[in-house]
């Protein structure tokens, strides 16, 4: 019942607003639509002059020579009418008169085309490659149909450089020369001025993690767990981690290339290596040498980065990518070879996304993609927690865990990391900076330290040396072993792939701080 001397009245403000929303999206959608229209009609061209036999050679001269004449001609109100017929049509039955879009071009006087270009099979070839892309929809005819005939031309200065240049030797020189070094980003202090900047390379360090299949169990909600126990069926944990553990190993490359894993996601803690082995893989299938995926395409998206360059889609995020890195993936050539050609698509971070509803959106357009071009492999990689799997699992992607490194890994990675580096002669140098490391990236969270059990998570700098000098002391008068259980007990230090790393770092430390922690004590 209505309250007495209230009168409703409807949110109205809302109403508009979310009309005013959708329009946007539908105008939005429109001027994509008439930008893929375009970019098919020039795709069409392209197609025509590669069944006259044009070497590549001679279609990039092509389209150099004709390029501002071809703006020009697609600026005409005539041209414009009589190409997106798909879009004004009422009727099934309609062509394009190849004729009259001669005539404009004679008109504006543009350079005279060659004698082998064939206007009435390109206007063919666009028609049918606009219908089998599915560019016009009934909902944007009828938008298209309410637009104003200015505004229609307008639509042209959203056309995503739609020339056909497609230099897969640029892109792997440019891709080559941003992952080729190994990101050292979480071994890096605040000040690098005492560091040599010679670089690694991901090549002569990395080593192939082992995986399981699924992912580590967690803890079941009390509903199911009470299922499980009227059934009978119910395990602890301790059990499913059992089990899970007792699952065999694999390295990640042998998972990678097996033929039933074209849909693959990779789970891990942080740290566990993840996106350095999405980069090895992208780098290894840039290499001619590889038999790996040999003759694969490969394609990495940081999902991080697509997020927040607000593109319509994926392969738009690959030409923008092209065109702001110095290379150039056409997008409708992309999308040929896409269908065309074996590819390996690489979603990396997924859990880098942090609103639930946009991770969601992305998680769909991950699984659509993969709808549209069934013949490329599609891999993503995600931390395990928040990852939810529901949606992937339902299309078809199999899951596999990073493992931490076992004793032998640990051991080649020490060693391909040591001798890729020239060590200082003044070893004075060279402690100082590994002090500064430990100091500025102990990460108890990442660790998983339980804050309850340490103060670590509250100490300072000069706190943290002393800790350090003391480990060092006890490192140097009880041994090895003693100082490696006391750091382990006391700290509950879980450091996977760095600890011989650390407990090399804290020998040096040890070594340096020798005299001065006798003169202290």
Not at 46 to 75: G, H, M, T, V
Not at 294 to 317: K, S, T
Not at 413 to 440: D, I, M
């Amino acid at each position: 019942m209505q309250a007495e001397g209230v009168v409703f009245r409807p949110n109205t403000h809302i109403v508009i607003k979310n009309h005013f929303d959708d329009w946007k999206e539908q105008k939005h959608h429109l001027k994509v639509a008439i930008s893929n229209a375009f970019e098919e009609w020039i795709t069409a061209i392209l197609k025509n002059l590669q069944a006259q036999e044009y070497e590549d050679s001679e279609l990039q001269q092509f389209f150099a020579n004709y390029k501002q004449d071809i703006e020009i001609f697609l600026k005409d109100s005539d041209v414009v009418n009589e190409l997106l017929k798909p879009f004004s049509a009422t009727t099934t039955e309609y062509k394009i008169d190849h004729k009259l879009l001669m005539q404009r071009w004679a008109a504006l006087k543009l350079r005279e085309l060659p004698e082998e270009f064939d206007a009435a099979s390109v206007s063919r070839a666009y028609l049918r490659r606009v219908k089998k892309a599915g560019i016009v929809t009934s909902e944007l005819r009828e938008l298209f149909l309410a637009q104003l005939a200015q505004e229609q031309t307008d639509h042209l200065k959203s056309i995503r450089g739609v020339w056909p240049d497609f230099d897969l030797d640029n892109y792997a020189k440019r891709v080559k020369t941003r992952y080729k070094v190994l990101d050292l980003s979480a071994l890096t202090p605040p000040s690098r001025d005492d560091v040599d900047d010679g670089s690694i390379l991901l090549k002569d360090v990395f080593v192939p993690q082992m995986v399981r299949a699924s992912r580590p169990p967690r803890e079941l909600p009390k509903d199911i767990v009470k299922k499980l126990h009227e059934k009978g069926e119910f395990h602890s944990d301790a059990d499913l981690q059992n089990r899970w553990m007792q699952t065999k190993p694999e390295s990640v490359l042998t998972v990678v290339e097996k033929p039933e894993h074209n849909r693959l996601i990779l789970l891990g803690d942080p740290g566990s290596g993840k996106s350095t082995f999405t980069r090895y893989l992208l780098l290894t299938l840039l290499d001619e040498t590889s038999d790996l995926f040999a003759g694969h395409l490969p394609l990495l998206v940081e999902l991080r980065n697509y997020m927040g360059e607000n593109c319509d889609g994926f392969l738009e995020y690959f030409h923008y990518l092209g065109k702001t890195q110095g290379y150039t993936l056409n997008h409708s050539e992309l999308k040929e070879q896409l269908k065309t050609r074996p590819c390996l698509i690489i979603f990396d971070g997924l859990d880098e996304i942090f609103d639930p509803r946009s991770r969601e959106k992305v998680t769909q357009e991950i699984i659509g993609f993969a709808g549209e071009y069934p013949k490329t492999r599609i891999l993503v990689t995600s931390r395990i927690i928040g990852y939810k799997p529901e949606a992937l699992e339902a299309a078809d992607f199999r899951e596999y865990t990073f493992l931490d490194f076992n004793p032998k890994q640990i051991k080649t990675f020490a060693q391909g990391w040591f001798n890729s580096q020239e060590l200082p002669r003044e070893r004075v140098k060279l402690y100082e900076h590994a002090t500064k490391v430990l100091c500025h990236h102990w990460d108890v969270t990442g660790h998983k330290i339980p804050v309850a059990e340490t103060p670590a998570d509250f100490m300072k700098e000069d706190e943290k040396l002393k800790l350090l000098r003391r480990i060092a002391w006890r490192m140097q008068t009880n041994g090895l072993t003693f100082c490696v259980c006391m750091v382990r007990s006391y700290m509950g230090l879980y450091i996977g792939l760095f600890w011989n790393i650390f407990v090399l770092l804290i020998l040096f430390i040890g070594l340096k701080n020798n005299r001065r922690f006798l003169l202290m004590n």
